[in-house]
């Protein structure tokens, strides 16, 4: 089945959002194509405190009014997982039910994915006390240890959060230098339940009886191990861009990142990018956001103006 459109988002977090708002108030048939929840990351966010207007509100909460506002002007939600696109007069986007979404403009907003550790132990306990999500099951560790790992913004702002439930969390960092803004360091590091390992990385998650009992680390300098008695394990070690499926298009820098001009157009015509899925320096709410109403605004004048 092939569904006709003028403008297909791919990603309904904060950039495909608002591109949604600004091509379905320009007028443009616009479908939002999302394979899970509508929000992105937002939904993973606690507290959002740096989107211009709103003093501080759940991820959840803006990511809901998003939603209700992208879907206002006549941008309709549909649901796909995209495996493909082919590039032509009109785009063909192809999901894995076989479906097809066909138009002249193509956004891509699919944003990153949470990078795993690699160590022995972690896949097996996925949902068992492997998470990458404090948001969704901080509160499973109620007056328990955990640990988080990382030195940036996502790894300071969340052992935080966690300390709401844990009795202990250990942050574990690579290097003695932090990667995170000096107010999440300071919130860190003045909390009395977090304790900052620096100069040590993860080794092995242990387990009894199928559930997280422990972490082991290893200090980079000696390589002297210890186990941390843990029962939760929270990675937060960056991520990397969902673009799969863009690799035959060419528009991919070495690491996944679309490339993308000042109109957030790729080097294929009428392709865009948007948000944490391009190649950038500030990956924020506020710079999807910007991205997706410079891609749709741009779209419309391409679309409209040549009579696609
Ligand atoms: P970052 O890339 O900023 O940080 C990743 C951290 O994980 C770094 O400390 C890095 O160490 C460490 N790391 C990477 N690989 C490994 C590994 N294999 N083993 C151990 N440690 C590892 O990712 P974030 O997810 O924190 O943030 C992503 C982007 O989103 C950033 O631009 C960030 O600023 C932004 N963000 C902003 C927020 C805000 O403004 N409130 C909130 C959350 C995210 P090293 O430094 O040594 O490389």
Redesign the pocket.
Known sequence: MTKEYDFIIIGAGPAGMTAAVYASRAGLKTALLESGAPGGKLLKTNEIS?WPGILQEPGSQLAMDMFTHSTSFGAVYEYGKVVSITDGEKKQVVCEDGTIFAAPAVLVATGTKE?L?NIPGEQEHIGRGVSYCAVCDGAFFRDREVAV???????L?EAVYLTQFASKVYLI???D?F???KI?VDAAKENAKIEIIQKA??KEVLSENGKVSGLKIADISSQEEKILPVSGIFP????DPVTDFLKPLGVLDEQGYMLVDESMETSVPLLYGAGDVCQKV???VVTAANDGAVAAQDAFHKIKLTNH
Request: glycine residues 14%.
């Open positions: 740096n990078r550790m790992i990382g030195g940036g913004n996502s790894a702002e960092m690579r290097r230098v990667r995170a803004d999440a990385v993860p937060y070690i960056g991520a500030l990956r924020q």
